[in-house]
């Protein structure tokens, strides 16, 4: 009896499948829990409607606490129904530490901290901005929201490869930079790693102006790096680009295909 509950339980608290009405309007609940706590967390910033809703927003932040506590809780409750966290303990710990587990227990742990460890005021305060993490909860009910790590994940090889480049010519242009400028604004390149800030505004094409060459020959490796900085930094934004085509294209394929006959569902 308790393993079947065990497996209800972890049913209704995983993203629902079709036609399961209950987990389905868990999902919703707990999406619109998620939503109004980012939207509370917002709204406390502003002096003025803090002070004036102090109580209301207290309320609330005690409710939503309540109801991600009781859900951390009863997932590792019913973890132990599937067969990769079959086992009471070692199973339990294993759930625990995944990554959206772990992101469940920052949404509520910031509440905690302070009543466990005595801590100064001002950390409180921006241990609270924590709460944010309840945002990254919605990644484990949209699956629209995991294609981008997916992406991450299958693209990581091309990827790295475009960042060092990015980051070789980041060096070579601030070095340069720093020889060719360093004996007319001493102050604003003074060394390679302070000419980077330099690197990183000019390949960005950002170009925030605080610091600038001065000497013809600075002035027109500025021009040539800026350019480089365009085609540079589309790269890995090609990479991604297609590299989410391929995901979606990839995630229509599949749910086109029955999941319990495997034939195609459409054309």
């Known amino acids: 009896m308790s393993g079947s509950v ?3 339980l972890f049913q ?7 036609g399961d009405a209950a987990s389905r309007v868990f999902d919703v609940f707990i999406l619109t829990l998620i939503s109004t706590n980012v ?4 709204l406390e910033t502003i002096e003025s409607y803090a002070v004036a809703h102090r109580d209301f927003l207290r309320a609330f932040e005690l409710f939503s606490v309540a109801i991600f506590t009781v859900e951390y809780c009863l997932r590792l409750y019913s973890c132990t129904s599937t067969a990769k966290y079959s086992r009471t303990v070692v199973g339990r710990i294993r759930f625990a530490v995944t990554p959206l587990a772990i992101v469940d227990l920052m949404a509520i742990l910031p509440f905690y901290l302070p009543m466990l ?12 901005l924590l709460r944010l993490f309840r945002l990254a ?12 790590a997916d992406v991450l994940r299958a693209k990581k090889e ?13 060096v070579i242009s601030s070095s340069l930079m720093y020889y060719i400028e360093n004996e007319a604004q001493p102050d604003a390149f003074s060394s390679i790693p302070a000419a980077m800030w330099w690197g990183v505004c000019t390949l960005t094409t950002v170009g ?15 021009s040539i790096i800026s350019l480089l900085g365009i085609g540079v930094f589309a790269l890995p934004a090609g990479i991604l680009a297609s590299g989410l ?23």
């Not at 209704?12 to 079709?18: C, H």
């Not at 925030?208 to 500025?222: A, N, Q």
């Open 6 to 8: 065990q497996k209800r």
């Open 12 to 18: 209704i608290l995983e993203l629902a499948e079709a």
């Open 39 to 42: 939207i509370a967390v917002l």
């Open 117 to 128: 460890i005595p801590l100064d005021l001002r950390f409180i305060r921006a241990l609270r």
């Open 137 to 148: 909860k919605i990644g484990r009910y949209a699956t629209s929201l995991r294609i981008p």
């Open 158 to 170: 091309e990827l790295a490869i475009t960042m060092f480049t990015v980051f070789l010519l980041l």
């Open 208 to 222: 925030y102006g605080d610091i600038s060459p001065v000497t013809p020959l600075g002035k027109f490796l500025g």
């Open 245 to 267: 085509v391929e995901a979606i294209r990839i995630r229509d394929t599949i749910s086109k295909v029955c999941p319990h006959c495997g034939r195609r569902l459409g054309p």
